[in-house]
């Protein structure tokens, strides 16, 4: 908890200037040594496009020309409570095979225990402590046949767990930009072999008020047959980009469950505060964020997220 206050503690400084965090950038270009963590960050990228080029050109048998743009986001953090607090880990890779298939992706990423997002009030690898997330996160690897003309993606591959568990997942996705306004509608079906079947269904609605402020609402719904339940949210949010570092996400949530008819669960809301800390690919976040419980009366309790994202791959080298 302690390394982590300390290290998003460049979050709370509202008043520092852009131009000192550009002067910063400048100092270290040119310096002969650069600090450990810029080279750290350019090892990992380096050796993550170096991977994904070398298993294009061994299942395509052709060396691709472009640069990679496969990519791995690491987001860590601490989520202090009234009464405990407790950590997180999740991270998602993208590996792209542009000359094996235009298609294929070889998706590999973190997986929450739960199928329904809508159910979920914090983070989803949320454990005691931030090694036991790392520890108990799970990974699933599958390869991931993309349709961009209807909106189709096919994901067939298995969840690294033990036992080992294979999945397939089919989703589609609509939507359009008209003037100002967005929509959009996704659909998908899923099948894992020991936690069953099921089904999700999304859509939402954007507005754009300007460049730096618009507003939405989405609704989702999933329904799994092992455990017989529906469960659905409701988002309510705003965006506003402060400038072009800082931006502020406002949302109220609301969450049902139910066999034959949704009940209230419960109600958040929250304020999530994002920080550009270092070029692209360093960002910090804040969200205290109040849930009231249906089971407790509503009584509203406070929880503090502090956490940090780390973007690694080629495009990130610059």
């Not at 040119?30 to 298993?55: K, M, R, V, Y």
């Not at 690898?125 to 046949?145: C, E, G, M, P």
């Not at 589609?172 to 659909?187: A, F, N, P, T």
Request: glycine share 6%; aromatic share 14%.
């Amino acid at each position: 908890m302690t390394i982590c206050f300390v290290v998003c503690w460049p979050l709370l400084a509202f008043s520092a200037e852009d131009d000192t965090v550009q002067a910063t950038e400048t100092e270290y270009s040119e310096e002969d040594q650069a600090p450990w963590w810029l080279d750290s960050h350019e090892s990992f990228s380096e050796t993550i496009g170096s991977w994904s080029t070398n298993i294009d050109t061994f299942l395509s048998g052709s060396q691709s020309p472009q640069q990679s743009d496969s990519n791995v986001q690491i987001r860590f953090g601490s989520i202090f409570n009234e009464d405990k607090s407790t950590g997180f880990f999740d991270f998602r890779t993208r590996l792209k095979l542009p000359n094996t298939q235009d298609r294929l992706r070889l998706i590999v990423e973190s997986e929450s225990d739960s199928l329904a997002p809508e159910s979920l009030r914090g983070e989803s690898s949320q454990q005691n402590t931030l090694i036991d997330s790392a520890l108990k996160s799970s990974v699933s690897a599958a390869v991931r046949y993309i349709e961009d003309d209807i909106g189709l993606d096919v994901d067939a591959g298995i969840r690294v767990d033990f036992p080992l568990d294979p999945f397939i997942r089919v989703r589609l996705k609509q939507g359009d930009v008209i003037d100002k306004w967005e929509w959009w509608q996704k659909q998908e079906a899923f099948a894992y072999y020991s936690k069953g079947i099921g089904a999700r269904y999304g859509i939402g609605l954007g507005y754009v008020f300007a460049p730096t402020l618009d507003l939405g609402t989405d609704f989702g719904i999933t329904w799994l047959d092992k455990e017989g339940l529906f469960y659905a949210r409701e988002n309510f949010f705003i965006q506003q980009r402060l400038n072009e570092r800082n931006r502020v996400k406002y949302q109220v949530s609301f969450l049902q469950s139910g066999e034959h008819s949704l009940e209230p669960d419960s109600v958040l809301y929250n304020v999530q505060y994002e920080r550009l800390l270092y070029k692209d690919w360093l960002i910090g976040q804040v969200i205290p964020q109040f849930t009231h419980e249906a089971d407790e009366d509503y009584e509203g309790t406070f929880s503090l997220t502090l956490s940090l994202a780390i973007l690694l791959g080629p495009k990130y080298l610059h």
